[in-house]
């Protein structure tokens, strides 16, 4: 089974930048699809980036388009989060989720593995 865990997350002021990573053990890393969902408090699961297999394409939900930018390292089996231009609506807490059939989609049931989430947290 697959195992992802996620890190980098923290206090940061509006327009600073983090870069959250996640860790996968399990599997062909390759060959999954990876993305990032966020949640804020009294809010529903909202996706936030996705990255389909190695030679996929990237999906990013609109409100951080063109702030996030979602990578890939397969030799670390490691996916990342850059966040720059951070707004105080950006606080939520990130999760990594991975799905094994690659597709790479912004629908949460279409993954099957998740991290514990990071909390990342924006004052204004």
């Known amino acids: 089974q697959v195992q992802l865990v996620e890190s980098g997350g923290g206090l940061v002021q509006a327009g600073g930048s983090l870069r959250l990573s996640c860790v996968a053990s399990?599997?062909?890393?390759?060959?999954?699809?990876m993305a990032w969902f966020r949640q804020a408090p009294e809010k529903e699961r909202e996706f936030v980036a996705a990255?389909?297999?190695?030679?996929?394409?990237?999906l990013y939900a609109d409100s951080v388009k063109g702030r996030f930018t979602i990578s890939r390292d397969n030799a670390k089996n490691t996916v990342y989060l850059q966040m720059n231009s951070l707004k105080p609506e950006d606080t939520a807490v990130y999760y990594c989720?991975?799905?094994?059939?690659?597709?790479?989609?912004?629908?949460?049931?279409?993954?099957?593995?998740w991290g514990q989430g990071t909390q990342v947290t924006v004052s204004s």
């Open positions: 399990g599997g062909i890393f390759s060959w999954y699809a």
């Open positions: 990255r389909a297999w190695t030679g996929g394409s990237t």
């Open positions: 989720a991975a799905d094994l059939r690659g597709l790479g989609t912004l629908v949460d049931s279409d993954y099957e593995y």
